[in-house]
């Protein structure tokens, strides 16, 4: 039964391995080493820089039971990530995922009682040891309907974005571009301070 079990084990773990490599295939000519996002937990924002330059900064929602990367913990991973796949970029706005396949069904935000993926999906891959587990365990940059939540920590382990937002991060950014997610303010970095002094007060001020 261990044996077994063991086996099982192994054969996920390479079926895991096995979709990677098939979600990094899709990068070709078009893979981006040029856009990074830096989402601030403190914060509750996302700011997207390109070439260390600040571009935008969004509202998010990552998890309302704090960081890490334990399966099943339903919290946000800390560290460094990249986008490994883009989906959903011909849906319109509100539609609604659910394995990542759109169901034909669209939501306003804030439609009351509903809480699913909707508009469009980053899924993320982790970079370092201790978030290598991040495609596995489905972490998404994605549309929330419940936007008034947004700017608290709210999700299952997401990233959350409004519609209008995550559909304009997506028009901005490729796969492979990287993702930094960090306990601290946007302005504990070098790329934070020059947006907040480019742009006073859209970014809190540590």
Known sequence: MQTNSISLRRLCLSFAALVGSLLFCQCGSNYDTQSKMIVSVRDQQLLLT????????????????????????????????????????????????????????????????RDPIVSRILWLHGKESQNRNTLRRCIYIHGTPEEWKLGTPASYGCIRMSSNDV????????????????????????????????????????
């Open 50 to 113: 390109r070439d260390g330059v600040p571009v935008k900064a969004y509202k998010v929602s990552t998890s309302k039971f704090g960081l890490g990367s334990d399966s099943g913990s339903n919290r946000t991973p800390l560290g460094n990530l990249m986008v490994a796949k883009k989906i959903g970029g011909s849906s319109p706005k509100g539609m609604v995922f659910k394995s990542r396949r759109p169901t034909g069904e669209i939501l306003k935000p804030n439609a009351p009682g």
């Open 167 to 206: 559909i304009d991060l997506y028009k901005r950014i490729g796969v492979g571009a990287q993702v930094q997610v960090i306990r601290g303010g946007l302005t504990t970095t070098q790329e934070g301070q020059r947006y907040a002094r480019i742009k006073p007060g859209s970014v809190a001020q540590n």
